[in-house]
């Protein structure tokens, strides 16, 4: 057994022909200090499986309960097996505002967006790994459930479950879909790309947005006895959660919440998306922000508030469709990654070209024919470089657009003479008036402590600006154009009050990163 493999007991037993979805079968792992606990299931043919992460080193013991009584031990090493197909740092958990794997790596996700990925004909899936291998995205949301919406009429191949009497049986889950489920698990895992796995939604012609929730908690409670084991998942509620109504309520959503985060033995990442309210992020559960929203100057808002990490999962899509969620431009999507990325946050590509066989990416996957991802990647590949997460800059007017309501007056007594009544001007607008006055306005900066300094223009075409650096480092100052992905270094050595010389268009950053 090796640290960060997933490790599978099999057992062979009664051959069920009916309900099998909630066996009784459970193990428990101790390595003497830690202690999990966790759910086995049927795999047909009388094949009991039970799964396990080993996070630690050493010796671990385990004992099965059950329809399957066996116990035994086994070491857990730290070095990776050759040839493995498991991600060697483990599982990416929330750290402050960021991710981490579980042996500390950041974790910066670059997501993509093809939500009936799992209800393709094969030739399409292959297909579409093939492009994710070459794609700067390591992250990827996709549903449980097939997807009935413009640009999907395909009927899958498998459904979660069997019918009993025409009816979906959440009593007895199709083996062969979950085994295709987590084929392509395995293949993800070995791109190296987080499944970001949507439990629900709205857009359904099978009934399966109808289920009971009784149904819906037995339905869980075996996708999580399956996958909570795979290193690369993370839990979204639903896509939408919004729409799912009235056929599941406020209150079913926090049950399911709930229901996930009590039966996942490794507490993956956890979150909701909303189509227009957003979910309350504050909740323990809750790991991070999962949000739809082209809102990106409250990122800064976001990050304070809540103290987890911001993901934009839906900012649009590069495309040509006629939905207006679906035709923004190739540079239109670089510069949300660029807003969202130097603001502190993370964000969700996807793609809607139109197409003879309504193949588009956001749905079906395929081949991506979109401008944004070869940028996308140029910005992926300078975030690397730097050396840490980035945090939100707010600079200048900015600064005022946060204060709470009621605060105003208080605030302003603080300010300078020579620019109170100036202040004051501002300030007389509502909070809202002032997020939605700074969505135009807004400059977008960011900084990894005093080690680097990240500045996007935006739509701003200025020739020259002057940045403000600490004194206590000396700097490189790159020009950056992001269309173009080019970098340019400007000065080296330079701190305090720097000049910077920009070539007066749209899509240009500044690099500012201290000798090491």
Not at 411 to 431: C, D
Request: charged fraction near 25%.
């Amino acid at each position: 057994m090796r640290q960060y493999e997933m490790k599978e007991l099999v057992f062979q037993g009664e051959v069920l022909t009916k309900e099998w979805a909630s066996v009784s079968l459970e193990a428990v792992f101790t390595n003497g200090e830690t202690t999990v606990k966790a759910k086995g299931f049927y795999d047909g043919d009388g094949v009991y499986k039970v799964r396990f992460f080993p996070e630690k080193t050493g010796v671990w013991s385990w004992r099965v309960t059950g329809v399957i009584q066996a116990e035994g031990s086994e070491e857990c090493a730290a070095e990776a097996a050759h040839g493995s197909v498991w991600d060697a740092h483990g599982i990416v958990r929330a750290r402050e505002q960021h991710f981490a794997y579980s042996d500390g790596t950041l974790f910066r996700p670059f997501g993509t967006t093809i939500y009936a990925l799992m209800h393709q004909e094969q030739e399409r899936i292959e297909q579409s790994l093939e492009s994710l291998a070459s794609s700067p995205f390591n992250k990827v949301r996709f549903c449980v459930f097939p997807k009935h919406y413009n640009y999907n009429a395909n009927e899958p191949q498998f459904y979660a479950f069997e019918k009993t009497e025409d009816r979906w049986d959440v009593t007895r889950p199709c083996i062969a879909f979950w085994r295709h489920f987590e084929e392509r698990l395995t293949q993800l895992l070995k791109l190296g790309i987080q499944a970001d796995i949507i439990l629900f939604h709205p857009y359904d012609r099978w009934g399966f947005s109808k289920l009971s929730q009784e149904e819906n908690l037995v339905y869980l409670d075996y996708a999580l006895r399956r996958l909570s084991a795979f290193p690369n998942v993370w839990w979204s509620l639903a896509n939408e959660y919004d729409l799912c109504a009235p056929a599941k309520s406020l209150e079913d959503f926090e049950q399911i919440e709930e229901f996930v985060a009590a039966n996942d033995p490794y507490r993956h990442l956890l979150s909701n998306h909303n189509c227009f309210a957003p979910w309350d992020y504050s909740r323990e559960n809750v790991t991070h922000v999962s949000i739809q929203t082209k809102e990106l100057t409250r990122i800064p808002m976001w990050w304070e508030a809540y103290k987890k990490p911001v993901m934009i999962d839906e900012c649009c899509y590069e495309g040509d469709i006629p939905e207006m969620w679906g035709c923004i431009s190739a540079r239109e999507m670089t510069a949300r990654f660029w807003r969202t990325v130097v603001s502190g946050a993370y964000c969700t590509h996807g793609e809607t070209f139109l197409d003879p066989e309504d193949v588009l990416w956001w749905a079906k996957g395929g081949v991506l024919k979109g401008e944004s991802p070869r940028r996308i990647a140029f910005l992926k590949e300078l975030v690397q470089e730097l050396p840490g997460p980035i945090e939100p800059l707010i600079l200048g007017m900015d600064q005022l657009r946060t204060i709470p309501e009621g605060r105003e007056e208080e605030i302003l007594k603080t300010v300078p003479e020579e620019v109170r009544h100036f202040t004051g001007s501002y300030l007389r607008m509502s909070y809202t008036d002032r997020m939605l006055f700074s969505a135009s306005e807004h400059g977008w900066s960011g900084h990894c402590k005093e080690l680097a300094y990240l500045y996007y223009y935006d739509l701003r075409c200025c020739r020259r600006d002057t940045i403000e650096l600490p004194q206590s480092h000396e700097y490189r100052i790159e020009i950056i154009d992001t269309w173009e992905m080019t970098r340019k270094v400007q000065a080296e050595g330079v701190n305090g009050r720097v000049e910077v010389r920009l070539p007066g268009r749209e899509g240009m950053a500044v690099l500012a990163i201290a000798r090491k």
